[in-house]
């Protein structure tokens, strides 16, 4: 049976962007046949969860409603370099649990974390949503693996735009960020284009 996760934001005893998480459950049980869904909203009251500070809340969930949750204690990590990796296989529309193939390529990875790329399209990190700045306007891929609900919550604000970033135009862009769940659209918390150690161009580009 597939097991499936989300990774929802609790700060200060206060649940964020339930209703992009609800509803992305929901299409998942939709999508695989199965009526009904589990309610978010009352599996977080469930857990009469009263502490500050910023928490993941994690549910994993199979298609039979079968629950595990943990409650971690969260900091937004900081990365030192990333790597470009191509991989035009990779599929990740649902938020599986097994990351397997997401773990394996980042073992083989000479950075800290990866960005994906997918028939030269640049996609995702291995647990974000990217954006990248270019002016004073932030763009995120429009060719993600996974529509992420920050990443849908920033579009629905007009705060981001979509648009195609390549291996060809990635170096038009000056800096980037990291969104997720748990990571905010943040103008102090992003990273020079640089950080990247294999840009196309870079002779390291050639060594994947």
């Known amino acids: 049976m597939s097991q499936f996760i989300e990774s929802i934001k609790v700060e200060d005893q206060e649940v964020f962007l339930l209703d992009f998480h609800q509803k992305r459950v929901d299409h998942t049980f939709s999508h695989f046949g199965k009526e ?51 991989n035009n296989s990779f599929d990740y529309s649902f938020k599986f649990e097994d990351r397997k193939e997401l773990d394996k390529m980042k073992m083989k990875s000479k950075a800290e974390e990866i960005i994906i790329v997918k028939n030269n399209h640049i996609t995702d990190t291995s647990f974000s949503n990217l954006l990248f700045l270019k002016g004073k306007d932030w763009f995120t891929p429009a060719s993600f693996l996974l529509n992420g ?39 102090m918390f992003i990273y020079p284009i640089d950080r990247i150690i294999n840009l196309p161009g870079n002779e390291e580009y050639l060594d994947l």
Do not use: W
Request: aromatic letters at 8%; glycine letters at 2%; hydrophobic letters at 40%.
């Open 36 to 86: 009904g869904s589990i309610d978010l909203a009352k599996i977080f009251k469930h857990l009469e969860h009263d502490e500050d500070g910023l928490f993941k809340l994690r549910i994993a969930y199979d298609l039979d409603k079968r629950i595990r949750t943990q409650m971690i204690p969260y900091a937004i990590p900081e990365i030192q370099d990333f790597q470009l990796v191509e």
């Open 149 to 187: 609900v920050q990443r849908q919550h920033l579009l629905k604000q007009k705060k981001i735009k979509e648009k195609e970033i390549t291996l060809q135009n990635i170096k038009e862009f000056s800096h980037f960020q990291l969104i997720n769940a748990l990571n905010d659209f943040d103008d």
